[in-house]
């Protein structure tokens, strides 16, 4: 298997929105904010679905790889409930090997609101559910060892059983990229993402909010020179802007798609990393790589949710 991806097995329930609905909800646009089931029901219940599909930005990413022709799996945690059926068969649809045997749960598979407003930002509310009590009993070490990539996200990242089962498979890791996910998720973690990256990671993606909070930079040029010595590979999306790889001197800059009608934002960075990922398994130039993750991410904000 080329890369197994492990994060939260979340089902996306996208809604469109407006603005007043997040102040009057006291939301913070563009972040993800982390809800009790009590909640979620309350917010669902006041908003209109568009569309429901299995979801989580590691799963996004390795639904893209298989639309590429990759053979790629997913670990993620869900119940043996109606939703957690639904994401299990939304997975194998796109020929993804679904490498957790799901039972039955006293806690719900995980769900998220993805609330899309006008200018195709979305605010996420996300009830984790079983998702996120995935432990290290649920990550099989022959997986891991056989898959060229070990794809992991920053959301995964929390005290106790998830951190034990995020480091049993770093352990066990032929070579392991990682999504910082968020900038919540960077502001909550800094430190121990820090020491991941220094020490342990070999491929990061990021946005350009979430590398300067990372690194506590005050400009991108300092974000540069920080990312340099790090002789990592720092993969960073920066919206019209374009996107940039950073490993050691070795620094490869690519331009955003011009005049694209961008309609959601959703899955952006999950389907860049799809395509980074792509060109590297496939032995493609770190330009080339760029040009992947730009050509999919392109295709998939000028539609509804995070599969193209």
């Known amino acids: 298997m080329k890369i197994v991806g492990i994060g939260n097995a979340i089902v996306d329930v996208i809604c469109k929105i407006d603005d007043q609905y997040l102040i009057d909800n006291e939301l913070t646009k563009s972040t993800m904010k982390l809800v009790d089931e009590i909640e979620f029901k ?23 790889l298989s639309q590429l022709g990759n053979n790629v799996g997913f670990i993620g945690k869900v119940n043996d409930d109606e939703l957690g059926q639904k994401y299990e068969n939304g997975l194998q649809k796109e020929n993804v090997n679904y490498l957790y045997l ?17 200018d195709s930002e979305r605010t996420m509310c996300t009830f984790l559910g079983i998702a996120g009590k995935i432990n290290e009993n649920d990550i099989k070490e022959q997986i891991v060892k056989r898959a060229e990539i070990t794809f992991l996200e920053g959301y995964l990242w929390d005290e106790g059983e998830p951190k034990k089962a995020f480091n049993k498979a770093i352990d066990n890791s032929n070579k392991v990229a990682m999504s910082l996910s968020d900038l919540f998720c960077v502001k909550r973690h800094k430190e121990q993402f820090l020491e991941l990256v220094k020490t342990k990671l070999d491929i990061v993606f990021a946005n350009e909010q979430e590398i300067l909070s ?10 540069v020179s920080y990312s340099k010595n790090l002789n990592r590979n720092i993969v960073i999306t920066r919206g019209e802007k374009g996107s940039i790889s950073i490993k050691g001197d070795e620094v490869n800059e690519f331009s955003a798609k011009k005049n ?24 493609m130039t770190i330009k080339e790589c760029l040009s992947k993750g730009t050509e999919l991410s392109s295709t998939i904000i000028q539609k509804i949710g995070a599969r193209i």
């Open 260 to 283: 694209l009608k961008i309609i959601d934002l959703t899955g952006a960075g999950d389907l860049f990393a799809a395509g980074y990922l792509h060109g590297l398994i496939n032995k």
């Open 214 to 223: 990372l690194t506590n930079s005050t400009s991108f040029n300092d974000v």
């Open 102 to 118: 799901k039972k039955e749960e006293k806690i719900p598979t995980g769900t998220c609101l993805v609330l899309i407003t006008p």
């Open 42 to 64: 309350k917010l669902l219940s006041t908003l209109h679905i568009e569309e429901t599909v299995s979801g989580g930005s590691v799963a996004n990413s390795i639904v893209g």
